[in-house]
């Protein structure tokens, strides 16, 4: 019963691939949440990004040169 074939092996790796991408390597997506929570979450955040733009082209944000890390 617990054992599984090549199949679906290959889905249970596929969708952690996916996971993987989607949560981009943070253990509390990976493990702590569904795939489709990851996603809410993601779109939550974009959503609350004033210019998303400036964002994607490293003007704003931690990727930024204002950034100031501590």
């Known amino acids: 019963a617990g ?3 090549p199949e679906e092996q290959e889905t ?3 969708r952690a691939r996916r996971k993987h991408y989607l949560a ?3 253990c509390r997506y990976m ?18 990004v004033a ?3 400036a964002v ?4 704003e944000g931690h ?7 501590a």
């Open 24 to 26: 981009r390597g943070a």
């Open 12 to 14: 249970r790796e596929g």
């Open 51 to 53: 210019n998303i733009e």
């Open 63 to 69: 990727s930024s040169s204002a950034a100031v890390i």
């Open 56 to 59: 994607v082209k490293g003007q």
């Open 31 to 48: 493990f702590g949440t569904s795939a489709a929570d990851v996603i809410e979450a993601l779109r939550e955040a974009i959503a609350g």
């Open 3 to 5: 054992l599984t074939g």
